[in-house]
């Protein structure tokens, strides 16, 4: 298995990542998740370029352009024979003595890749999943795709306690997004979403959303709702790169209208399978 290691494609066991990475050390980095379909990189340019804005928002500089980096997983899913799967990405502040100031400008980020093949979840886009609503506990940054990860994994860990797929989160009431996806509703025929604000993730699966939606017709709002809102909705569905497009049928233990994926959601996910279509030619 090959991986990618500042700038160059070696394998995975010949990895050393030092103990002092700031990545290891911090969760000082920031990372990204693109899918990968009939060996193509989905919507590649967008998460390449969030990776940049995410860097620089937490001011580290990354040492490659947009095309580098591209040509580089491009190479990475050849060498791999991946066809369906995942491209993890991070970028840390590097590796330097422990101290909580940043490291000396000489001190270079390091850089990692690799893929894992990974199954669209049809069964449970077809089915619905069910989810839990949970206090928004994250910082006042949550547009950065930052390594500290912690209060998502504990929202998700709940919702595994539960018996649920996903965690809802909300700060007093609003309700924002998922622990690892965004989350939109349908009420009057109208779609609603949480605006691209600090207290979101701006999803690139939700920016095609806003896409697919406005070019067929589709009414979408960038409002933020509340839990007692959603729960009265008509659909709710969470968008993100692994999770793709799918519906909730129950929260908190109760129905989402009649307990069934909604029209609206499916349509979405038609109109989703065709851009993935068009874009890497499935
Ligand atoms: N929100 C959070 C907190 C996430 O971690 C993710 C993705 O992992 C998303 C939203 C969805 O973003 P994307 O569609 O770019 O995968």
């Not at 160059?8 to 103990?19: A, C, F, G, K, P």
């Not at 609003?174 to 949480?194: F, P, R």
């Amino acid at each position: 298995e090959k991986v990618i290691f500042n700038g160059s494609i070696t394998e995975r066991s010949q990895l050393n990542i030092d103990i002092e990475d700031r990545g290891y050390q911090f969760g000082d980095g920031v990372y990204e998740v693109i899918r990968v379909y009939n060996g193509s990189l989905f919507t590649g340019e967008e998460h390449l370029q969030r990776l940049i804005k995410s860097a620089e928002s937490i001011q580290i500089k990354i040492p490659y352009s947009i095309s580098e980096m591209k040509n580089l997983l491009l190479k990475l899913i050849e060498e791999n024979n991946l066809y369906l799967g995942i491209i993890y990405l991070q970028i840390t502040r590097g590796v330097s003595q422990r101290n909580h100031l940043f490291p000396s400008a000489d001190v270079e980020p390091s850089f990692v890749a690799y893929t894992r093949e990974l199954q669209s979840p049809t069964e449970a886009m077809e089915k619905g999943v069910t989810a839990i609503t949970v206090e928004d506990i994250r910082w006042l940054r949550c547009d950065i795709k930052s390594l500290n990860l912690l209060p998502n994994l504990l929202a998700k860990q709940k919702a595994s306690e539960a018996g649920c797929f996903e965690a809802l989160q909300h700060r007093s009431g609003a309700v924002t997004e998922g622990s690892s996806s965004n989350v939109s509703i349908v009420a009057d025929g109208k779609i609603k979403t949480h605006p691209a604000t600090n207290l979101i993730l701006n999803g690139i699966t939700r920016q095609v959303l806003l896409d697919i939606s406005r070019k067929n017709g589709l009414e979408i709002i960038e409002e933020a709702f509340s839990v007692e809102e959603m729960l009265q909705a008509d659909e709710v569905f969470l968008s993100g790169t692994t999770t793709e497009i799918m519906p909730i049928i129950e929260i908190d233990k109760q129905k989402i209208a009649n307990g069934q994926p909604g029209l609206v959601t499916k349509q979405l996910q038609a109109l989703f399978n065709e851009k993935i279509k068009e874009q890497c030619g499935l």
